[in-house]
């Protein structure tokens, strides 16, 4: 188990910890990471991450933290210039060992009898810093403090604050003009001139003495003015005893008296004024607008449990722009994939490509921030309702800046750094080597650049617009994205373009002797873009540095407050901003929550989906389809049957005994013809008769021969559809032939998993492709070694996109107690708390405030033309989780646990071999993975049980990870 040391330190000075491995991390090569968990939230930052490349040690590590080289069993880490904020817990982690393994230690200041105050220079332009410490916890005890600037024997109290409903309210001398920037700082800037060559500050609160008061100078340039240096002076109150103060104030001034007339002063608000203002009635509109503003706040603390703890893509997952055909095939709306434009191809690849490094950046490193995509100004606050219709808040229709200007790709509102705004482009940078060839891309590069650094001038602009009510507005930094680009390439394409470097480095903010494309997001920080969810530790490392260089490069612009950072998560993530997506030739509302993104997604994947290529097949006779489960083999199957049945063919189908019930049930479901006897009127109407078979014994095949020759009495073709003949499919070959030459007009489909004992004469098409669940799924079934290939089956891409790659796979850790039991009641708690937290509610949250209705009964949230009102979406109920267990030992401890929350659970089982018990109530089913051969449910949520052992039929877990159509939740063991 790791341990660590952190000894006490004073105020601003340097600490050392130390990190106790319990091996030598020298010689085994593991990583390691030190995790910093502030008093105020439970939640950890990672400080500092090492890792092996090489056999080097690479770290990266956060701002005020430094290290040295000698690793061993011990590692020091010192923490510059300690302050209240750098208080609390640190944790020192292993690479591959468990959260019980974690050894913390807390870091104290020690507090002096007196308060104390610093004053530095922060930056090398005279911008000045004032500390104050005091030596009591002010927003405890409620104490007023000051600030006093010190001009010889005179003491000027230049700032004073005093509490009103646990909140500070401060005063500042009159010369001089603030701006609240965060929770923890008042930034001044004063317009005076001064030739003052020493400043000197002190700090105070009520209940210290003079003795206790402490004072701290600073020498300075006699010419520097305070105009020249544009200073910010900050004042930190450090808290002292038990926790850290929230509402800390600090103050930075300047401040020159004139000297022709000593203890003349600027006449400053008095504290009567500040505490009685004039009374002013609020007007309706203003009352609409305060209104409206705590409406959406307080919906999306209910949207996003953990809003200030935690990080949120909004939508939860992308959606690529696709468009389709429908028909109508046997009675089956099918929905036909049609060529894409390439440019909307180029762009959701790039798109999925920033969002999957995103998503695992701010995953890994505990960011707390909301990630904005597919976006449109339009959207903002577009739905009011009625009842804030007259609301004041900025929106963009008012905005007067130039129109017609693209809109920004990604926002992402971080709870300390502020907004970043990028713009997101597609082009690439492949090319043959020809000089011819190297500069069109460079020509066009130029122009992506210029465009883009359009769009994000005109975001900011807008951003600002938009938040033009708020008293403390944060920083907006811009960045270009360019995920097929190369750092070199773009270097190369702006190296002669003088004009468009400027412009690029006013974007991004960045001095002129900088380079502006460091700031630009490019494929060296990224991922493989042929499998851009596969982030490894030297990916991160590149694409941390980017951030850690975009996100600190401007210290001294104000950053973001709790506060702000909620109003604006509600304006731009909450229910009054509706946006809509193109899927499917339809229009949807966004999906903003986990919840609503799972509902779309599974609504699509649900979808009878063939390809142009499928629905040319429509028209064989002889086919025999070669595939895993759950690749379209079963539609394709049902299809052509009911065609023949729709064209006035009586239809044979032959199943075995295994998957009868499963086949029969989803032909049934969408069939119109009953199932012949013997009193059918075969001259009347068309029928479908089931056969069970069994191929591996001769008597019965002879016996399915005569059952099929004595029905044929018309020259009807004889119409047949055999599903998995390699289920006891021995003499499967031999039937078809022989049937074949007693029925020479034979048409007959088949299904099986392998292309072996094909029949003569008969067409082969291999499936490799999971039609009816996301990417995401796909990926993990080959994660956990259960990939189900075709030997000698060729695997095309489609030229097309899925309609998208689906939630990220939710994993959950088997844990065992001290002494090695493990008994899943731990597992089935988290599962459940995951499922009654992000996914299954019973109150639709995310609807506009004149759409909060009970539940739809849509299946998707697609938009009616008719009605003036989007509609909400539909909400997950329990009937849409299935569970699946490896291992039935554990099952009662685990399902337990589902119904302690509330969830109704019963098992999935085939009652009488003609359905499946209960099926269609709310509840959540339960069943055995070795199950699948007799029903294969697809749902929208899947929570898959694995054991320590596999299946030895690695079929079994594709056919049950892949009934997953949106949400695959995988309680899995950690890997040793």
């Known amino acids: 188990m790791s341990r660590c040391d952190a000894p006490p330190v004073h105020s601003l000075q340097d600490a050392v910890l130390t990190c106790h491995f319990p091996e030598d991390l020298s010689v085994s090569k593991k990583g390691f990471t030190v995790y910093h968990y502030p008093n105020y939230r439970e939640s950890a930052d990672a400080v500092l991450d090492c890792w092996w490349v090489g056999g080097a040690l690479g770290c990266y590590t956060k701002s005020g933290f430094e290290y040295d080289k000698k690793l ?138 003079l003795q206790q008061q402490a004072k701290c100078s600073l020498e300075i340039s006699e010419e520097v ?18 926790t850290v103060i929230a509402a800390t104030i600090v103050v930075v001034i300047l401040l020159r008296r004139k000297n022709c007339i000593i203890g003349q002063r600027k006449t400053r608000t008095s504290v009567d004024d500040e505490h009685h203002p004039m009374i002013k009635k609020e007007s309706n509109e203003d009352v609409t607008t305060r209104t409206f503003q705590e409406y959406l706040v307080k919906s999306i603390e209910e949207m996003y449990p953990d809003t200030l703890d935690s ?36 762009h959701d690849r790039a798109m999925q490509h920033v969002l999957h490094c995103l998503r695992h950046m701010a995953e890994h490193y505990k960011e707390d921030m909301f990630v904005l995509s597919q976006f449109k100004y339009e959207d903002y606050l577009n739905k009011p309702g009625n009842k804030f219709a007259n609301h004041r808040l900025p929106v963009p229709a008012r905005f007067e800046g130039k129109k017609n200007v693209g809109c920004f790709d990604i926002l992402i509102i971080h709870r300390r750094f502020g907004v970043l705004v990028g713009v997101v482009k597609s082009l690439s940078d492949n090319d043959d080597g020809s000089e011819d060839n190297e500069r069109k891309i460079d020509d066009m590069l130029l122009s992506e650049v210029c465009e883009a650094v359009t769009q994000a001038t005109y975001a900011k602009s807008m951003m600002e617009h938009l938040m033009s009510d708020q008293k403390d507005k944060p920083a907006v930094q811009l960045t270009l994205l360019f995920p097929n680009v190369t750092s070199s390439s773009l270097q190369r394409a702006l190296g002669s373009h003088s004009q468009v470097v400027q412009s690029l480095r006013k974007c991004v903010n960045v001095k002129a002797t900088d380079d502006p494309t460091h700031l630009c997001l490019c494929a060296n920080h990224l991922s493989n873009p042929c499998a851009p969810w596969d982030i490894d530790t030297s990916v991160m490392s590149h694409l941390r540095k980017w951030w850690d260089r975009l996100m ?36 949807f509302l966004q999906p903003k929550t986990l919840a609503d993104a799972v509902t779309l997604t599974g609504d699509l994947y649900e979808r009878l989906t063939l390809y142009p ?105 004889l119409c047949v559809i055999a599903s998995e003949v390699d289920l006891g499919g021995k003499y499967f070959k031999t039937f078809v032939e022989s049937l074949s030459r007693q029925h020479p007009n034979l048409v007959l489909w088949a299904t099986s998993s392998t292309s072996q004992n094909v029949p003569e004469g008969w067409k082969v098409q291999t499936f490799t492709q999971a039609l009816t669940c996301p990417p995401a799924v796909v990926r993990e079934v080959s994660r956990a070694g259960a990939d189900y290939f075709i030997p000698g089956a060729e695997i095309k891409p489609r030229d ?32 459940a708390d995951f499922l009654n937290k992000h996914l299954v509610t019973k109150s639709n949250k995310t609807a506009s405030p004149d759409d909060i209705t009970e539940a739809t009964t849509s299946s998707l949230t697609r ?59 709310d509840c959540v089913c339960f069943m055995h993975v070795d199950r699948f051969r007799q ?38 063991w950690k890997s040793t």
């Not at 089956?332 to 049609?338: D, E, F």
């Not at 490069?553 to 702000?564: F, G, H, I, L, Y």
């Not at 002879?702 to 099929?708: A, G, P, R, S, Y």
């Not at 019963?906 to 209960?918: A, I």
């Open 800 to 831: 097309c996109l899925n309609p998208t790659d689906g939630p990220q796979v939710k994993y959950i850790y088997h844990e065992m107690d001290s002494t090695g039991y493990h008994d899943c009641s731990l597992c089935g708690r988290k599962v």
């Open 935 to 972: 029903f294969r449910p697809r749902r929208k949520i899947v929570v898959y049980v694995e054991s320590k052992s596999p299946p030895e039929d690695v079929s079994k877990k594709w056919r049950g990870i892949t009934c997953c159509t949106a949400q695959l939740i995988v309680v899995r």
């Open 311 to 346: 990080f949120y893509f909004v939508p939860p997952v992308y959606f690529n722009k696709l468009r389709y055909e429908t028909q109508t095939i046997a009675g089956q709306v099918v929905y036909v994939p049609q060529p894409p434009d390439l440019s909307d191809v180029r």
């Open 72 to 209: 061993s069993r011990t590692f020091n880490i010192t923490i510059r210039h300690v302050t209240s904020a750098r208080r609390g817990t640190y944790g020192c982690q292993v690479d591959g060992y468990g959260t019980s393994d974690l050894g913390k230690c807390q870091l104290n200041l020690i507090l002096s009898e007196n308060n104390a105050c610093n004053v530095s220079n922060v930056h090398n332009d005279s911008q000045i810093t004032l500390s104050c410490f005091f030596n009591e916890n002010v927003q405890t005890t409620q104490n007023n403090f000051s600030v006093y600037r010190h001009n010889g024997q005179q003491k000027l109290e230049i700032l004073h604050c005093w509490w009103v409903d646990n909140k500070p309210k401060c005063q500042v001398d009159g010369d001089y003009m603030y701006d609240y920037a965060v929770s923890t700082y008042l930034m001044i800037k004063s317009q005076k001139k001064t030739k003052v060559k020493k400043l000197t500050y002190s700090c105070w609160h009520a209940g210290s003495t």
């Open 552 to 587: 600190n490069q401007s210290d001294a612009d104000p950053k973001m407050t709790d506060e702000m950072y909620l109003n604006m998560i509600a304006r731009f993530c909450g229910p009054a901003t509706q946006s809509t997506l193109q899927l499917m030739d339809e229009t």
């Open 863 to 921: 938009v009616q033309h008719e009605s003036p009102t989007l509609k909400a979406s539909s909400i997950l109920q329990d009937k849409e989780i299935l569970v699946i267990f490896e291992n039935d030992k554990h099952e009662v401890s685990f399902l337990k646990e589902l119904k302690k929350v509330g969830f109704q659970v019963q098992s999935l089982e085939v009652v009488n071999d003609k359905g499946v018990e209960r099926e269609a109530n």
């Open 225 to 242: 003015s305070e105009k020249d240096m544009s200073t910010d002076l900050a004042i930190g109150l450090s808290l002292g005893l038990t």
């Open 613 to 717: 290529d499928m629905i040319e097949m429509l028209s064989e006779e002889k086919l025999f389809l070669v595939g895993p489960p759950n690749t379209g083999k079963t539609r394709m199957l049902t299809l052509a049957g009911k065609q023949w049945v729709e064209s006035g063919h009586h239809l044979y189908i032959l199943v075995s005994i295994l998957t009868k019930r499963d086949f029969m049930s989803s032909f049934s479901k969408t069939s119109n013809h009953t199932q012949a006897t013997k009193d059918t009127d075969e001259t009347s109407r068309s029928f479908v008769t089931p056969v069970i078979c069994n191929f591996n014994i001769k008597k019965e095949m002879k016996e399915i021969l005569d059952i099929l020759t004595t029905q044929d009495k018309k020259n009807i073709p």
